[in-house]
């Protein structure tokens, strides 16, 4: 097993930058494809980043593509969501989760992963 913790999350206008980072326990990190998801108030979770065990791959939903980046340091245990030119409609809980199966592409769907963070507030302001 392996438990998520999210920090970084915080109020920053729009156009503003945030990193979030999400730790993880244990030493298997790095046999887990690693997500960020998002939920804002009245709606379901979706998909933001995910990137695979190796750092090697990475997906993004096409809202954020090109403005947020999923990296991860397999020896600190942690993945990051760097998250650039932020808009109102990216206000959300941000969870980080952990999926040990194996994919050749980092799945964007939620039932894939088995552990999540408890999360983390981003508010932009506008």
């Known amino acids: 097993q392996v438990q998520l913790v999210e920090s970084g999350g915080g109020l920053v206008q729009a156009g503003g930058s945030l990193r979030l980072s999400c730790a993880a326990s244990?030493?298997?990190?790095?046999?887990?494809?690693m997500g960020w998801f998002r939920q804002a108030p009245g709606k379901e979770r979706e998909f933001v980043a995910a990137?695979?065990?190796?750092?090697?791959?990475?997906t993004y939903a096409d809202s954020v593509k090109g403005r947020f980046t999923i990296s991860r340091d397999n020896a600190k245990n942690t993945v990051y969501l760097q998250m650039n030119s932020l808009k109102p409609e990216d206000t959300a809980v941000y969870y980080c989760?952990?999926?040990?199966?194996?994919?050749?592409?980092?799945?964007?769907?939620?039932?894939?992963?088995?552990?999540w963070g408890q999360g983390t507030q981003v508010t932009v302001s506008s």
């Open positions: 990137i695979s065990k190796s750092g090697g791959t990475t």
């Open positions: 989760a952990a999926s040990i199966r194996g994919y050749n592409t980092p799945p964007a769907t939620s039932s894939e992963y088995s552990y």
């Open positions: 244990g030493r298997t990190f790095r046999s887990y494809v």
